[in-house]
């Protein structure tokens, strides 16, 4: 998982999901398991 500034490419890809989970912003992806990141 990578922690970042702008989730912006992430959640573009497809399959990407935006979760909120304790006041952080988390992109899923269950097609591309790779392309999980954090920010805040």
């Given at each position: ?26 992109v ?7 392309l999980?990141?954090r920010?805040?």
């Open positions: 998982m990578k922690v970042r500034n702008s989730l912006r490419a992430l959640k573009l890809q497809p399959g990407a999901q935006i979760v909120r989970r304790r006041g952080r912003t988390f899923i992806n269950k097609r591309n398991p790779r999980k990141a920010q805040g």
